[in-house]
């Protein structure tokens, strides 16, 4: 850590102030609870991942995948496994997808968000450091 702050935070600063234009065009419509209501969080960290949109309250994570993705399909299958044995609802988007159409994108993560999880984590199983679960022991 250096100065309080762990890495992962560290590198989720950078990737805002560097954000592609298909990221760009999402969180125009993800941002500020325009979308069904609920909040995402742009470039956040889970794990020792950065995810490119995640709405932790629904357990949704929105990940958009450029050219570069095309040969690290491996590496990001291991990302969505892990991201998904937490819990998270993992949606993938091509950034020419977004970008050519973005209402149809906005429209199956606005589906995610509404219905609920299909395989959530009891709470136990999210561990003792789980908001919810603090206070509901309140």
């Known amino acids: 850590m250096r100065g309080g702050f762990s890495v992962g935070i560290e590198r989720a600063r950078q990737l805002r102030r560097n954000h592609t234009e298909a990221e760009r065009r999402v969180w ?8 069904n209501g609920v909040k995402f969080r742009r470039q956040h960290p889970v794990g020792s ?3 490119d949109f995640c709405c932790p309250e629904r357990r ?3 990940e958009l995948d450029g050219g570069q ?13 892990f991201l998904v044995q ?9 950034d020419n997808d977004v970008i050519t159409h973005i209402e149809a994108v ?8 509404s219905d609920p999880h299909p395989s959530p984590l009891p709470d136990r199983e999210r561990g003792k ?4 679960r603090a206070e509901r022991l309140q």
């Open 129 to 132: 450091n789980c908001p919810r």
């Open 69 to 81: 993705h095309a040969s690290r399909v491996l590496e990001d299958q291991r990302r969505t496994t």
């Open 60 to 62: 949704v994570i929105v």
């Open 28 to 35: 125009a419509r993800l941002r500020a609870r325009q979308l």
């Open 49 to 51: 991942f950065v995810v």
């Open 106 to 113: 906005i429209e199956q993560i606005a589906n995610a968000v």
């Open 86 to 94: 937490r819990g998270y609802r993992v949606l993938r988007f091509w």
